[in-house]
């Protein structure tokens, strides 16, 4: 990162670092899918999360996202899109607990874990503002930007990597019927509630 100093880096990490350990919709899905796929899941839900920040990046390193932020009809687009999204993850979970079926019995694909992190994040237009605002304000050039928002992912990927560990080792008592069915409705919940909350955005 050449064109970044040592101050601007810390500035960058320290930000990086609170917006990250904030819990959100990605924690929610990692949590979720830990539970359904086991650790594998968890791990590769966190991938696909970074694969849609990774893009979201270099979108934003080369201009890309400024364009989709400046057309009001594809940011709603994007915005509805991901809204509805987070709404149906987060419905299918509510709709397993109540029949007591829950998503975290049944099991999930390992390669669908990755595919809704990735959809996750790709439809999330906060990721597109944050790129946008965020790095170029810490760096100039395209290749310092991309090496921030890589940075960024990392990060991400080793936070979220985290917590498919923790939920693991705890899977065992987290996957209790009674605790099973309150853990999947509360991630249900959660994921309809950011939906809900994304798609009234203006």
Not at 24 to 52: C, E, K
């Amino acid at each position: 990162m050449p064109d970044m100093g040592l101050g601007h880096l810390a500035a960058f990490l320290g930000v990086s670092l609170v917006v990250i350990v904030t819990p959100g919709q990605d924690t929610a899905l990692t949590i979720r899918n830990t539970l359904a796929a086991g650790r594998r899941g968890g791990v590769l839900t966190a991938f696909g999360v970074v694969s849609g920040q990774v893009t979201w990046a270099l979108a934003a390193s080369a201009g890309l996202s400024a364009v989709l932020l400046a057309s009001r009809p594809l940011f709603t687009a994007l915005r509805i899109v991901g809204a509805a999204y987070l709404v149906f993850l987060g419905a299918e979970a509510l709709v397993a607990a109540w029949r007591g079926r829950s998503v975290t019995s049944t099991g999930t694909r390992p390669r669908a874990t990755f595919r809704q992190g990735l959809l996750s994040n790709l439809g999330n237009p906060k990721m597109v503002v944050f790129f946008t605002s965020l790095l170029p304000q810490f760096a100039s050039s395209l290749g310092g930007m991309l090496s921030l928002g890589l940075v960024f992912a990392s990060i991400t990927l080793a936070w979220l990597t985290l917590y498919a560990f923790a939920v693991a080792r705890a899977k065992a008592v987290l996957l209790r019927t009674r605790v099973r069915r309150t853990l999947d409705a509360l991630t249900g919940l959660v994921l309809v509630s950011f939906g809900v909350r994304l798609a009234a955005e203006r």
